[in-house]
């Protein structure tokens, strides 16, 4: 380097260069400066050098530079030589020098660095490009290689393996390539830096890609770079590979396809497929397998000519595996065919006007064709878009793309005491179907009766009518009542029912024991009877009216004719005497509250005929004033047994004063004072008379 030429070796007293003689060994060689011409030499060893007075040596003796073999060195600003390689001086004597150049020296002899000359690169071993390998190159100056090929300033090129590197000073090393191995199944993705031809003789333009699938080692060329490596997808049976073109192109299978085009690629058309540069995967598609008892419908099927038919459909029924073309999908996944037994059926609409085939087998199935019978020709049935009708079994039936199953339905097993509610929606008519298995057809529909909401809650209620009269309240939860179902009522013994047609206008009884079932336009007379002690109007809702013998208790107020009042407690036996028959039935319910009138107008009476006795007459008479006013005098004047009342049929039987008590309490006090006084009285008379008996016997003794 100039630093070590200039100056002393690292180490060494300054005044060693300031001696006169100097020994320089073989190999060695010292720069000697003439200070009257101010050149500087070389003085090569061996030799024993006398320095001149105008002389100075510049550096102590420096060991040659030495090149072993496979080994280079960079030498900057070298000298010039002449075409046998001796080096020129100019006329002072100093060596020429090119300067800014340099110059790569390769194995020779030892040599020493001339004044000016430096060490740009040590010695360094020459680079061994292995086998799939190579060196990308780039000229730094124009030139002509070692095979006469003209080189111009940035071009680019390889240095392929196996060999030695020897380097230029025109070329630059930019970067160690090793080569690309490509296993089966795969492929590597090239893109072009430049334009030119790749390594099979393609032309290809900057920024272009492509593939190589070639199984092997590749090697990019000098203009080529390794954008990804590609692996193939397996294709089997039950899997298949769903790919976009992403530009025009032709593919594997010769076939053009154009940009933004979707098909897939199954295992009948390769095993493996690699995807290509203009093509890109979307998904992988697995196969959808359907049994023999399966069925799926495809929404926008792809045609024969590969295109989808929008807004179409088609029926696959199983057995069969099948992949789903792009655009296509399931409408509802994977279906089971519909299997009916003799007590199903399917309601089916039509989406389209199509011919209806299912008919014609179904005819075939039922008809016993004999030989001899000439063959008939059959005509399927039309149908028309929004068309209604019913299959039933036993049968097993795959829907076509034209008919929708809007309904399965099963029929309905009904005891001679059940029904249902059927309505026709075509005209409206609703009718029951009672005692028979039924199944619904195209035209019908389950129609809900709906009832006022106080007759719902006597129908759900669990309080027998007979047994239960008395009490109030429910205390068990009600069960929702099915509005389907024909409204029934169990009528109990000795009860009667009023139902009232609305459509006919009519009204009937019916007597129990009997089963009652509404019609579809009937509902039930509901009774809002009086209730509680006294009488209060609307506590008793029914819907059968007992026929009795029963009782009811009322309490009333009275008042004497010397204006004593009293609070009676009576119990009335009651029934209904009527005649079984349609007018006299209807009679029965003629009376809403027959409770409350009959309590009103017995009161009314009694009333009536206390006002006109004294409260002792009155105390002492009570019944018989009451069974008087209550039950009237025949014609021979004496009292009837019973208080009719023609309009409904009533009776009663009898009367009861369970209890009688002054409202005033000063009335109340002095009758238990004149009932305590009688008592004392006729225990005195009592004990006044067995006196006097005992004394008449002791006399007698």
């Given at each position: 380097?100039?630093?070590?030429?200039s100056?002393?070796r690292?180490?060494?007293?300054?005044?060693?260069?300031d001696?006169s003689?100097?020994?320089?060994?073989p190999h060695?060689?010292?720069?000697?400066?003439?200070?009257?011409t101010?050149?500087?030499?070389?003085?090569?060893?061996p030799?024993?050098?006398?320095r001149?007075d105008n002389e100075?040596?510049?550096f102590?003796?420096?060991r040659?530079?030495m090149?072993p073999?496979?080994?280079?060195?960079?030498?900057?600003?070298p000298?010039?030589?002449d075409?046998e390689?001796?080096?020129?001086?100019d006329?002072?004597?100093?060596?020429?020098?090119r300067h800014a150049d340099?110059e790569?020296?390769?194995?020779?002899?030892?040599?020493?660095?001339?004044?000016?000359?430096?060490?740009q690169?040590?010695v360094?071993?020459?680079?061994i490009v292995?086998?799939?390998?190579?060196?990308?190159?780039?000229?730094?100056?124009?030139f002509k290689?070692s095979?006469?090929?003209?080189?111009?300033a940035?071009?680019?090129?390889l240095?392929?393996?196996?060999?030695?590197?020897i380097?230029?000073?025109?070329v630059?090393?930019?970067?160690s390539?090793?080569?690309?191995?490509i296993?089966e199944?795969?492929?590597?993705?090239?893109?072009?830096?430049k334009?030119?031809?790749?390594?099979s003789?393609?032309?290809?333009?900057t920024?272009?890609?492509?593939?190589?699938?070639?199984?092997?080692?590749?090697?990019p060329?000098?203009?080529?770079?390794v954008v990804?490596?590609?692996n193939?997808?397996?294709?089997?049976?039950?899997?298949?590979?769903h790919?976009?073109?992403?530009?025009a192109?032709?593919?594997?299978?010769g076939r053009?396809?154009?940009?933004?085009?979707e098909w897939?690629?199954t295992?009948?058309?390769r095993e493996?497929?690699?995807?290509?540069?203009s093509?890109?995967?979307?998904?992988?598609?697995p196969v959808t397998?359907?049994?023999?008892?399966?069925?799926?419908?495809?929404?926008d099927?792809?045609?024969?000519?590969g295109?989808?038919?929008?807004?179409?459909?088609?029926?696959?029924?199983?057995?069969?595996?099948f992949?789903?073309?792009?655009?296509?999908?399931?409408?509802?996944g994977?279906q089971d065919v519909y299997i009916?037994?003799?007590?199903?059926?399917l309601l089916?609409r039509?989406?389209?006007a199509?011919?209806d085939?299912q008919?014609?087998?179904?005819?075939?199935e039922?008809?016993d064709?004999?030989e001899d019978?000439?063959?008939?020709?059959r005509?399927g049935?039309?149908?028309r878009p929004?068309?209604?009708?019913?299959?039933?079994?036993p049968m097993?039936y795959v829907p076509?793309?034209?008919?929708?199953v809007?309904?399965?339905?099963?029929?309905i097993?009904l005891?001679?005491?059940?029904?249902i509610?059927?309505?026709d929606?075509?005209?409206?008519k609703?009718r029951a179907?009672?005692?028979?298995?039924?199944?619904l057809?195209?035209?019908?529909?389950?129609?809900?009766?709906?009832?006022?909401?106080n007759?719902?809650?006597?129908l759900?209620?669990?309080?027998?009518?007979?047994?239960?009269r008395?009490?109030?309240?429910?205390?068990a939860?009600?069960?929702?009542?099915?509005?389907?179902?024909?409204?029934?009522?169990?009528?109990p013994h000795n009860a009667?029912?009023?139902?009232?047609?609305?459509?006919e206008?009519k009204?009937?009884?019916?007597f129990?024991?009997?089963?009652?079932?509404?019609?579809p336009?009937?509902?039930?007379?509901?009774?809002?009877l009086?209730?509680?002690?006294?009488?209060?109007?609307?506590v008793?809702k029914?819907?059968?009216?007992?026929l009795g013998?029963?009782?009811?208790t009322d309490?009333?107020?009275?008042?004497t004719?010397?204006?004593?009042?009293?609070?009676?407690?009576?119990?009335?036996?009651w029934?209904?005497?009527?005649k079984?028959?349609?007018?006299?039935?209807a009679?029965?319910?003629s009376?809403?509250d027959?409770?409350?009138?009959?309590?009103?107008?017995i009161a009314?009476?009694?009333r009536?005929?206390?006002?006109?006795v004294?409260?002792?007459d009155?105390?002492k008479?009570?019944?018989?004033?009451?069974?008087?006013?209550?039950f009237g005098?025949?014609?021979?004047?004496?009292?009837?047994?019973?208080?009719?009342?023609p309009q409904n049929?009533?009776?009663?039987s009898s009367?009861?004063?369970?209890?009688?008590?002054?409202?005033?309490?000063?009335?109340?006090?002095?009758?238990q004072?004149?009932?305590?006084l009688?008592?004392?009285i006729?225990t005195?008379?009592?004990e006044?008379?067995?006196?006097?008996?005992a004394e008449?016997?002791e006399q007698?003794a």
């Open positions: 380097m100039a630093s070590k030429k100056g002393g690292p180490g060494e007293p300054e005044g060693l260069m001696v003689i100097i020994r320089i060994p060695h060689y010292i720069h000697v400066l003439d200070q009257n101010n050149i500087a030499r070389v003085e090569i060893g030799l024993t050098y006398i001149q100075r040596v510049l102590p003796p420096l040659m530079i090149v073999p496979r080994h280079y060195c960079v030498v900057l600003n000298v010039a030589r075409d390689g001796r080096v020129q001086f006329q002072s004597g100093q060596a020429k020098l340099l790569i020296r390769l194995t020779q002899e030892p040599f020493p660095l001339y004044p000016g000359e430096e060490i690169q040590d360094t071993a020459l680079q292995y086998p799939d390998t190579a060196l990308r190159l780039q000229a730094l100056l124009d290689d095979s006469g090929q003209k080189r111009i940035g071009d680019e090129w240095f392929e393996g196996p060999g030695t590197y380097p230029c000073k025109e630059a090393v930019l970067e390539i090793k080569a690309t191995v296993r199944n795969q492929a590597i993705r090239l893109r072009a830096r334009e030119g031809d790749d390594r003789g393609v032309h290809r333009v920024g272009e890609e492509w593939q190589v699938s070639k199984v092997g080692a590749y090697l060329g000098a203009h080529e770079e990804d490596i590609v193939a997808y397996i294709l089997t049976d039950k899997k298949a590979l790919v976009r073109a992403v530009r192109f032709r593919d594997a299978g053009e396809r154009r940009t933004g085009e897939l690629v295992m009948a058309d493996a497929h690699i995807p290509s540069v093509e890109e995967v979307v998904g992988v598609v397998t359907l049994n023999s008892r399966q069925y799926a419908v495809i929404l099927p792809v045609g024969p000519d295109k989808p038919q929008l807004g179409q459909k088609r029926v696959v029924k199983g057995e069969r595996s992949f789903l073309q792009p655009g296509e999908r399931l409408e509802r994977t009916l037994s003799e007590d199903e059926g089916l039509a989406i389209e199509f011919t085939a008919d014609i087998e179904e005819r075939r039922e008809e064709l004999s019978r000439p063959a008939e020709r005509v049935v039309s149908r929004g068309d209604r009708w019913m299959l039933r079994g097993e076509p793309a034209t008919v929708e809007v309904l399965r339905r099963q029929a097993p005891d001679e005491n059940e029904g509610y059927v309505r929606i075509k005209t409206g609703v179907v009672i005692g028979q298995t039924y199944m057809n195209q035209d019908e529909e389950l129609w809900e009766k709906t009832l006022p909401p007759v719902e809650q006597l759900m209620s669990s309080r027998d009518p007979l047994s239960d008395s009490e109030r309240h429910d205390s939860t009600p069960t929702p009542r099915d509005r389907t179902r024909v409204v029934s009522y169990r009528v009667a029912v009023q139902v009232y047609d609305y459509r206008k009204a009937r009884v019916v129990g024991p009997e089963l009652v079932m509404l019609g336009d009937e509902q039930f007379t509901v009774l809002s009086s209730g509680e002690k006294p009488k209060r109007a609307n008793i029914a819907v059968c009216l007992l013998p029963d009782f009811c309490i009333i107020t009275i008042e004719a010397d204006h004593a009042r009293l609070q009676l407690q009576l119990a009335y036996n029934h209904f005497d009527v079984r028959d349609v007018v006299a039935a009679s029965l319910f009376v809403p027959f409770v409350g009138d009959a309590c009103k107008a009314s009476r009694i009536g005929a206390v006002a006109s004294q409260f002792d009155f105390h008479n009570s019944n018989r004033i009451i069974c008087s006013a209550v005098f025949d014609e021979k004047l004496a009292v009837r047994s019973s208080l009719r009342f049929g009533l009776v009663i009367v009861d004063i369970q209890s009688a008590e002054p409202v005033d309490q000063r009335t109340r006090d002095a009758l004072k004149s009932v305590q009688a008592i004392e006729t005195n008379s009592q006044a008379a067995a006196r006097h008996e008449r016997l007698e």
